[in-house]
C-alpha cells in the first residue's frame, strides 16, 4: 500500500513540476531518442515535429483572441525560424519545395506580427501559407489548421 502511495506520489510531483516549472525543466522528463528526435510519453516526436506543435497552439491562443476582440501581442518569429533546421520525422520530405514554403510562411508570418490595420486577414494569409506547405508534404494537420481561420 505504502509503495502505491508512493509512486502515486511521484507521478504527480511529476506532472506538477512540469505544469509549475519552465520548459528547460519539462525538457528533463523527455527521454532523448535518435538524433533530432525526442520521445515523449513513449512517442517519437522530431524536432519539426514539435516546432509545428508549437506553432499551432501559439496560433491557436491568437485566434481566440483574435475572434473575442482581445489585443495580442506575438513575438514567435525567431523560434519559428528553425523550420528551416529543425529535423523532421521524414527528412527526405525537406527539400527546396519545402525550405521555399518556410520560407513564405516566415514572410507571412512577419507580415502578421507587424500587421496594425487588418490583423485577421493576415493571420488568415499565414495559415493559407501553412497549409500549402502541408497539401503537398504532410496532410495530417490540414483539418487542424482550417479550424483557427478567422471568418
Known amino acids: 500500500m505504502m509503495r502505491k502511495a508512493a509512486i502515486i506520489m511521484a507521478l504527480f510531483l511529476g506532472v506538477w513540476a512540469c505544469t509549475e516549472a519552465d520548459d528547460a525543466?519539462?525538457?528533463?522528463q523527455v527521454a532523448e531518442g535518435k538524433e533530432g528526435i525526442q520521445v515523449i510519453d513513449g512517442?517519437?516526436?522530431?524536432?519539426?515535429?514539435?516546432?509545428?506543435?508549437?506553432?499551432?497552439?501559439?496560433?491557436?491562443?491568437?485566434?481566440?483572441?483574435?475572434?473575442?476582440?482581445?489585443?495580442?501581442?506575438?513575438?514567435?518569429?525567431?523560434?519559428?525560424?528553425s523550420i528551416?533546421?529543425?529535423?523532421?520525422?521524414?527528412?527526405?520530405?525537406?527539400?527546396?519545395?519545402?525550405?521555399?514554403?518556410?520560407?513564405?510562411?516566415?514572410?507571412?508570418?512577419?507580415?502578421?506580427?507587424?500587421?496594425v490595420n487588418d490583423r485577421p486577414q493576415a493571420f488568415n494569409a499565414m495559415l493559407d501559407a501553412c497549409l500549402a506547405c502541408h497539401q503537398q508534404k504532410c496532410p495530417g494537420p490540414i483539418k487542424a489548421i482550417n479550424k483557427l481561420k478567422l471568418k
Not at 25 to 28: D, Q
Open 25 to 28: 525543466a519539462c525538457e528533463e
Open 43 to 81: 512517442v517519437e516526436r522530431s524536432e519539426l515535429a514539435l516546432t509545428m506543435r508549437l506553432m499551432y497552439d501559439q496560433m491557436k491562443l491568437v485566434a481566440d483572441s483574435l475572434e473575442s476582440g482581445k489585443e495580442i501581442s506575438t513575438n514567435y518569429l525567431e523560434k519559428f525560424r
Open 84 to 115: 528551416h533546421t529543425d529535423h523532421a520525422t521524414e527528412p527526405q520530405k525537406i527539400d527546396e519545395v519545402y525550405q521555399a514554403m518556410a520560407a513564405s510562411f516566415l514572410l507571412k508570418y512577419e507580415a502578421f506580427e507587424t500587421s
